[in-house]
């Protein structure tokens, strides 16, 4: 059974870009929840979807931004980068909405803003 | 919102030793405390987890303990090996259902010395 999938592993994008996270459920899992790892903060929520429709958000500004597909695979945006917003970037899928213990992370998407 | 701390940030200890990991929260209405590991360069995987209606939970050389009146709960690992290097995170959820969301401590990087 495949894990959650997450491409692309690494990105370098100039300040002022945008960028584009892909995100694969494992198989039968319908929501997606997103995090954003830094060193000294942690995992940080960023927002959650199941079935194509945003269900959480976190204390993230604007320019964060996420949607899910009819196949539960999810995308999140984040539009004119700064420095700051280099992370690691988690998803996680479980089967059902909200937190039930069923999360499983994918390996991530290291974004290098320059 | 939940708050979630962990104390300390770094542990290190001796191989053979025993290592506690401590957290407190901040919402009484979170009932469920999962603790994830993450190695270098790897995903976060859940290792252990404890629901507000139990004490104590053991697993092998891990068991987490949680004190509701005191909103802490703790990871205690046994007989230390250096594979259990790598960064712990604590979280908390409200798991009622749909709207439930995780929220993280910011993580403890425990060394076992060899």
């Known amino acids: 059974k495949a894990g959650v999938t997450q491409t692309p592993r690494y990105l370098i994008k100039t300040r002022g870009q945008q960028v584009t996270l892909s995100c694969s459920p494992i198989s039968g899992h319908r929501s997606v929840s997103w995090y954003q790892q830094t060193p000294g903060q942690g995992l940080q929520f960023l927002f959650e979807?199941?079935?194509?429709?945003?269900?959480n958000k976190g204390n993230f500004p604007g320019r964060f931004s996420g949607r899910q597909f009819s196949n539960s695979r999810s995308e999140m945006n984040v539009s004119t980068l700064e420095l700051g917003d280099s992370a690691l970037y988690l998803c996680?899928?479980?089967?059902?909405?909200?937190?039930?213990?069923?999360?499983?992370f994918g390996s991530g998407t290291r974004l290098t803003v320059v | 919102g939940e708050n979630v701390e962990q104390h300390p940030s770094t542990l290190s200890v001796q191989e053979g030793d025993s290592a506690v990991i401590k957290c407190t929260y901040s919402?009484?209405?979170?009932?469920?405390f999962p603790w994830y590991k993450q190695e270098l360069g790897k995903r976060p995987q859940l290792i252990i987890d404890?629901?507000?209606?139990?004490g104590e939970k053991k697993d092998q050389r891990i068991a987490v303990t949680l004190n509701k009146t005191a909103k802490h709960f703790s990871l205690h690992i046994t007989e230390t090996q250096p594979e259990d290097s790598a960064v712990y995170f604590c979280a908390a959820s409200i798991n009622t259902g749909a709207n439930s969301k995780l929220t993280f401590g910011k993580g403890i990087t425990l060394s076992v010395r060899p």
């Open positions: 404890i629901r507000s209606n139990v």
């Open positions: 919402d009484s209405a979170s009932n469920y």
């Open positions: 979807y199941f079935s194509e429709t945003q269900r």
């Open positions: 996680a899928s479980s089967l059902r909405a909200g937190y039930d213990g069923g999360y499983t």
